[in-house]
């Protein structure tokens, strides 16, 4: 399917009124990303697009913003599936994974800049909050590798630009591109690094994702992609990067050398701290002929990352829970579209089988991810629906009965602006587990049988009223009530 390359997505996403194309010159330094953040901050999930912009002053590359994390359904036809079939897409290429193939010309290196030509100030990176941020940044995936087991890791982590050749990059302790190219630079070499600019969909979904440590993410990403990822060898190391990419940066982690990095606009909605970062230098740029350069919207949720996040990790919970802890009560997983991963907010429709057993679910999720609020509700509630959720815990919750409070959580980075005081002395956070299941007999439900309300809807037809569309939840409380 055509779609499953990163421009051919680009292409139906557009026709689909997904992506609009903004044809007016605009400056990097402030346009596209305050542009971008209107779409993310006045329109609503369904109608959000990302945006393309044909002119950037001073660059030969059109930009793209928030074309794969625009809202549910982008994400979706990156998929190439329904919004219902998502989950089960996601748990299916987690299960079958499909290894990579490595090929020896690539699109993404008919164009090679080494030594003198390469420029990063040749792309269109933005400033992404203008106005605040210390200097432009790259958002993609990231690749690194194992020296010690040869394994490589796809992680998104935000690398700022010092100068055309110069980089830091924002790999933390914890994360996994970081462990990797510990392994290098702990012997006092380089550790090798490349940026992969716009590629499949699939790969930039399985790289968003918490996958375990040495999970190759290629692998997943050819689960999702359902055909093996073709992956080339970079020019300058032998890091392998995906062949189809419109841009490579490649570059080497420097050993013992640091620069302060920041401030930058975070995730949760506030200027983050400055802090030393890893210093790389960049040794190629190589890039198709007709290259796009892309550059993920993250800062004041709900942002594309959030959305990207919410969506790569929900599926992957669902995985873990239903297959390696064979919980086959648990019915589905949803993270808030408004805050990503870490912070924020875990829905779980389930059965319970046994008293506690809707804690113990919400213990094992706020303990294996950064998520900070865990709520359970019963499998006959539409776990996307917030209004379907408030009755839920309006109704079924106890606060002193059915709530677990876990202290002195590590939220990595001190990202967590409740708790943090300064950047040199974070405090614990906590975390809460919520069973908003019905755990006592409240009773019958009071709304009338589906016969009575299938009557009522042709009466509502016939006296000419407006036609809806009748939500999952109206459904799913009709049944219960019949
Ligand atoms: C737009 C965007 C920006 C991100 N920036 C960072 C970052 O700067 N540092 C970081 O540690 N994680 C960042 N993340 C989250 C990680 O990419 C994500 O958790 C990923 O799974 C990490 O990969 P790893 O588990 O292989 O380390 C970002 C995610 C997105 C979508």
Redesign the pocket.
């Known amino acids: 399917m055509s779609h499953r390359s990163f421009r051919g997505f680009l292409a139906v996403s557009e026709q689909q009124g997904f992506l609009r194309r903004v044809r007016k010159s605009v400056d990097k330094t402030w346009e596209p990303a305050a542009m971008a953040k209107w779409a993310f901050q006045a329109l609503p999930n369904d109608e959000r697009f990302g945006l393309l912009f044909d002119d950037v002053e001073g660059s030969d590359f059109p930009l793209v913003i928030g074309a794969l994390?625009a809202s549910t359904h982008s994400y979706a036809l990156g998929l190439g599936v329904p919004t219902e079939e998502m989950t089960d897409k996601w748990i299916n290429a987690l299960l079958n994974p499909i290894a990579p193939e490595v090929v020896e010309t690539a699109p993404c290196q008919k164009v090679i800049k080494t030594g003198d030509e390469v420029k990063l100030s040749d792309l269109p990176i933005p400033h992404w909050t203008p106005g605040k941020d210390a200097a432009p940044y790259i958002?993609t995936i990231t690749v690194t590798k194992n020296a010690d087991t040869g394994h490589q890791?796809?992680?998104?982590?935000?690398t700022m630009v010092k100068d055309d050749t110069h980089v830091l990059a924002?790999?933390?302790p914890g994360?996994?591109?970081?462990m990797q190219a510990s392994t290098y630079l702990d012997k006092g070499k380089p550790a090798p690094i490349a940026w992969v600019v716009g590629t499949d969909p699939a790969i930039h979904y399985a790289?968003?994702?918490?996958?375990p440590?040495d999970v190759e993410?290629v692998n997943v990403a050819g689960g999702l992609k359902g055909a093996p990822i073709e992956l080339v060898k970079c020019q300058t190391s032998d890091l392998l990067v995906p062949a189809n990419a419109e841009i490579i940066i490649e570059g080497e982690v420097l050993p013992g050398e640091f620069g302060d990095e920041g401030p930058f606009g975070e995730?949760a909605g506030y200027m983050g701290p400055v802090a030393p970062k890893p210093l790389a230098r960049i040794k190629a740029i190589t890039h198709r002929k007709d290259a796009i350069y892309y550059g993920?919207?993250?800062q004041m949720p709900p942002?594309?990352?959030t959305v990207?996040?919410s969506l790569s990790n929900a599926p992957l919970l669902m995985k873990i829970l239903t297959h390696d802890f064979a919980e086959s009560s648990v019915k589905d997983v949803f993270i808030d579209l408004t805050f990503?991963?870490?912070l924020a907010h875990c829905i779980v429709a389930m059965t319970p089988r046994h008293d506690g057993h809707a804690k113990r679910i919400g213990r094992l999720i706020a303990d294996m991810s950064p998520v900070k609020r865990v709520t359970i509700v019963d499998e006959d509630i539409d776990i996307r629906d917030p209004l379907h959720i408030e009755w839920a815990m309006n109704s079924h919750y106890n606060p002193v009965r059915d709530t677990i409070i876990i202290d002195d959580v590590y939220f990595?980075?001190g990202m967590d602006p409740s708790v943090r005081v300064d950047p040199s002395n974070i405090e614990f956070g906590s975390k809460v587990v919520i069973d908003a299941t019905q755990t006592i007999d409240a009773g019958v439900i009071s709304l009338p049988a589906q016969d009575i309300m299938d009557r009522a809807l042709e009466s509502w037809e016939e006296a000419g009223l407006p036609k809806f569309d009748i939500p999952k939840r109206a459904k799913l409380r009709i049944k219960s009530a019949s």
Do not use: C, K
């Not at 994360?175 to 970081?178: N, T």
């Not at 790289?207 to 996958?211: H, L, S």
């Open positions: 994390g958002t890791n796809m992680g998104v982590y935000r924002n790999i933390s994360r996994h591109g970081f790289t968003v994702a918490n996958m440590f993410e995730f993920y919207t993250s942002s594309e990352s990207l996040q990503g991963g870490l990595p980075m």
